[in-house]
T-cell receptor, first 117, second 115 residues
Framework: GAVVSQHPSWVICKSGTSVKIECRSL??????MFWYRQFPKQSLMLMAT?????????EQGVEKDKFLINHASLTLSTLTVTSAHPEDSSFYIC?????????????FGPGTRLTVT | SQKIEQNSEALNIQEGKTATLTCNYT??????LQWYRQDPGRGPVFLLL?????KEKRKERLKVTFDTTLKQSLFHITASQPADSATYLC??????????????FGQGTTLQVKP
């Protein structure tokens, strides 16, 4: 089946620093990748959508200058949390969609736990 | 705006019984609705998708129904096993009648199957 990986699986950083999270589709080419955030006891909330070679589109309320997304290839998207603050601590999950695998199915990564101290 | 409500935060059942989880949405009927499983500290895993013109979909011990009149989907696990214990999420596309891939998720129902 289609596999999506994320790296790192967890990260602790100090307030004010930046953190980069990678999302890779391992055995398929992802036409679109999505980034979600999940706070404890809450559901996933979509942050942004990225297509290879074009700028990401952000959902309302998500700061594009704070959450930088780069979709450099059909198998890699990165999310950089800039000037992280404790309120950015969350579980970040990416997903990938590929038309060749089925028009609607999305494959999610295992998530990255970010803790900002 | 579209909102999803899953009927209960937690559901406890005995092994071998059928678990039934409910997903209600408030606004337009989506082109499709999906169900995912999420284990603690992990990303969601796709289980089933049902389209608006489908009444029922089955996959092994799983069954999903979709009632656009009631704006409701039911998710059933028959002959439940302790390994089925997880949080189950209902999701649908943000856009009406199209596939943008941008999903709205319900808050999830945590199923506990006791041996």
């Amino acid at each position: 089946g289609a596999v999506v990986s994320q790296h790192p699986s967890w990260v602790i950083c100090k307030s004010g620093t930046s953190v980069k999270i990678e999302c890779r589709s391992l055995d398929f080419q992802a036409t679109t990748m999505f980034w979600y955030r999940q706070f404890p006891k809450q559901s996933l909330m979509l942050m942004a959508t990225s297509n290879e070679g074009s700028k990401a589109t952000y959902e309302q309320g998500v700061e594009k200058d704070k959450f930088l997304i780069n979709h450099a290839s059909l198998t890699l998207s990165t999310l950089t949390v800039t000037s992280a603050h404790p309120e950015d601590s969350s579980f970040y999950i990416c997903s990938a969609q590929a038309r060749t695998l089925g028009a609607y199915e999305q494959y999610f990564g295992p998530g990255t736990r970010l803790t900002v101290t | 705006s579209q909102k999803i409500e899953q009927n209960s935060e937690a559901l406890n059942i005995q092994e071998g019984k059928t678990a039934t989880l409910t997903c209600n949405y408030t606004n337009y009927s989506p082109a499709y609705l999906q169900w995912y499983r999420q284990d603690p500290g992990r990303g969601p895993v796709f289980l089933l998708l049902i389209r608006e013109n489908e009444k029922e979909k089955r996959k092994e011990r799983l069954k999903v129904t979709f009632d656009t009149t009631l704006k409701q989907s039911l998710f059933h696990i028959t002959a439940s096993q302790p390994a089925d214990s997880a949080t189950y999420l209902c999701a649908l596309d943000m856009a009406r009648s199209s596939n943008t891939g941008k999903l709205i998720f319900g808050q999830g129902t945590t199923l506990q199957v006791k041996p």
